[in-house]
């Protein structure tokens, strides 16, 4: 009995209340901060608006660190409209099974969940809004510290920030919270931090070094040369990180070579003349400079943070192959060989373009056993080294036309002196053939030795003294003949030349062509091309010297070439070209292209040409016998030009 009457009292109590509290909220029901238990819907309605109402106009400081918000509860989302809260609050307990009715009821009682209602008096999506204001200004990334040398030489430093990022969840639920009591003013935002990795203190060994590069200018000297590499200078060459400063080898090197440019000089070697008797100078010789750069770039690297910043410059002095002390060493006795060629006819450029070469080239000597440049010893061939424009052949692709071409005629003397080397018999290095045969290039009744020269194309004509004897070279000019004479000890071998036959000739046709020339004033006529035929031609000329044999095949090849005369239309665009037929000739594609024979100086100066033909191999033609070192090796046969030459 006492048992059962121990089940019945709990069911009891709980019948009492719903009897005592029909029509009102249970008791221990609390919504926003206040309780609503035992009151009416309408007396919780009442309460409460007056509540929210309180809630949503009081202030309430939100904030971190630097950062302060004022902001009322409508701000966070409090609403006006209480009345889910007071259906809700009224439900507590009356919803769901019995038994499940019954332990809600004692729940409320005991207020173990009395104030845990799903509506919880403000918009969510108010609140999520303005968290999301919070974080945009809160969150911000984390920067490592910086240290950077500027283009001027000059430092400049970022200080490292930390970075935060807003924790939203944490800093809602404190929201949420504050939001119901009156007695919290300030909410303290929940932000997680992250440290640079890099600090100032880290950087600060790197900014004693740059400081130290970059306070004063390391200084090169050498006699009576200084230069600096001033902070400007420096900070393109440096390297700065966490762990220091160092400089960029690279960088460094391509400096140092651009000095070496201003400090290098050639060697000059004398020059001699020679009238049958003792050689007088012509020209003194001087030393060279040399820079060594990478020991340069080595010094300016160990010494570029030192305190002391003097830079002895490592300079070596370079003597040249020749003297003017060497004049008794050239035991001059005589010609060795003597070669001419005509320029008779010729227009003033091209004469001019002859005697400045020749000039240029006269004194040479070249030493036992070392190697003769033309295109060294002549000079750069620029308007602005004296040379006149005259006319060449370019082939652009389908056209073959005659341009402005400075230096024309130079090509003549680069011919004569190889017309003298080659029947003295000294070892030819490298000889390019022209395009186009010039009949006033035959030598000694032989056809088809020449030698273009060419210094945009890289075509040069080099040889050896591969004699025991120096080897004076002594150009000059005869009314109209330009004269390449070779002196000094005539060398004891013996030099026959076996002359080839034209092979594979083809007949050049004889169409007269004219063609209209924008530089040339208008009418004004100039004839700049003769037909020649087309033919190929093998030369052998063998030197024995005891048991020593030497033998080299020159091979040439020449293309047919025009009758071609230009007509001046004083800047008007050329006309296609006219031709009148003289008798039959060969299909046109078998025309060469060349540079032709300079008749006259353009009225307009032009760019010089590069003249690369499209039918010729790429191989530059080089006839390359054996090197004085070697004892009887034959010489290789020329092949075809890489690039047009000079046609002189």
């Avoid at 006699?223 to 400089?247: I, Y």
């Avoid at 330009?482 to 076996?498: A, D, E, M, Q, R």
């Avoid at 299909?587 to 009225?603: D, M, V």
Wanted: some cysteine.
């Amino acid at each position: 009995m006492a048992i059962a009457a121990l089940l019945l009292l709990p069911v009891l109590v709980m019948l009492s209340i719903q009897v005592a509290f029909a029509g009102r909220i249970y008791p221990g029901v609390r919504a926003l901060g206040i309780s609503v238990g035992g009151l009416t819907p309408d007396e919780a309605r009442a309460r409460l608006e007056e509540r929210a109402a309180y809630l949503g106009a009081r202030s309430l400081t939100v904030g971190y660190e630097e950062l302060r918000w004022t902001v009322n509860g409508a701000h966070l989302g409090v609403q006006s409209d209480v009345q889910p809260i007071v259906e809700e609050a009224y439900a507590l307990g009356r919803e769901g099974a019995p038994w499940s009715r019954v332990a809600r009821q004692i729940s409320v009682l005991t207020n173990e969940s009395g104030s845990a209602l799903r509506s919880a008096g403000h918009d969510p999506a108010t609140l999520a809004a303005f968290l999301d204001a919070v974080s945009g200004a809160v969150n911000r990334p984390t920067i490592d510290a910086r240290l950077e040398i500027k283009p001027d030489g000059t430092l400049q430093g970022t200080e490292g920030t930390t970075g935060r990022r807003l924790v939203a969840d944490a800093t809602r639920a404190r929201l949420e919270s504050a939001i119901e009591r009156p007695d919290i003013e300030h909410v303290a935002l929940v932000v997680e931090e992250t440290r640079p990795e890099v600090s100032e203190a880290d950087l600060a060994p790197a900014r004693q070094e740059a400081e130290r590069l970059l306070t004063r200018p390391v200084v090169l000297r050498f006699e009576d040369v200084e230069r600096q590499l001033a902070a400007p200078a420096l900070a393109t060459m440096a390297r700065l990180d966490r762990n220091g400063v160092t400089l960029q080898r690279d960088a460094v090197k391509a400096w140092v070579v651009g000095l070496a440019g201003e400090i290098d000089r050639q060697p000059q070697n004398a020059r001699f003349t020679w009238n049958g008797g003792e050689p007088k100078l012509l020209r003194e010789s001087h030393d060279g400079r040399d820079l060594a750069v990478e020991e340069t770039v080595e010094l300016i690297m160990a010494r570029a943070f030192d305190v002391e910043r003097v830079v002895p410059l490592p300079v070596s002095v370079v003597k040249p192959e020749v003297s003017q002390a060497d004049a008794a060493k050239l035991n001059v006795k005589g010609a060795i060989e003597v070669a001419r060629t005509s320029f008779a006819g010729s227009s003033p450029p091209k004469q001019h373009n002859i005697n400045l070469a020749a000039q240029r080239l006269n004194g040479v000597v070249v030493p036992p056993g070392k190697l003769f440049s033309f295109n060294k010893e002549v000079g750069s061939t620029t308007l602005d080294n004296g040379y006149k424009l005259g006319w060449g052949i370019a082939n652009t692709g389908a056209n073959v036309r005659t341009v402005p071409s400075v230096a024309g005629g130079i090509c003549q003397v680069s011919t004569t002196l190889f017309h003298a080397v080659f029947w003295a018999g000294y070892q030819i290095e490298e000889r390019n053939y022209h395009l186009y045969w010039i009949p006033g290039y035959t030598t000694k009744g032989v056809e088809g030795l020449d030698a273009t020269v060419d210094e945009d194309a890289g075509l040069d004509f080099r040889f050896y003294n591969n004699s025991d004897d120096y080897l004076l070279v002594q150009s000059w000019t005869e009314g109209a003949r330009v004269v390449f004479g070779l002196y000094g000890t005539k060398p004891s071998w013996n030099v026959k030349v076996t002359p080839g036959d034209r092979q594979d000739v083809i007949p050049a046709s004889r169409e007269q062509v004219v063609e209209e020339e924008p530089t040339l004033a208008m009418g004004q006529r100039l004839a700049v091309e003769g037909a020649q035929d087309g033919f190929r031609v093998v030369n052998v000329r063998t030197v024995t010297q005891g048991s020593d044999v030497r033998t080299l095949r020159m091979s040439s090849v020449y293309r047919t070439s025009r009758n071609v005369t230009l007509v001046g239309t004083g800047g008007r665009p050329p006309a296609p070209a006219q031709t009148s037929t003289n008798r039959p000739t060969r299909p046109s594609e078998t025309t060469p292209t060349t540079r032709s024979t300079t008749t006259s100086q353009p009225a307009a100066p032009a760019a010089k040409p590069t003249l690369a033909p499209t039918n010729t191999p790429s191989a530059k033609p080089t006839a390359q016998p054996a090197r004085p070192a070697a004892s009887a090796t034959p010489g290789r046969p020329a092949a075809a030009p890489a690039a047009v030459p000079r046609t002189s």
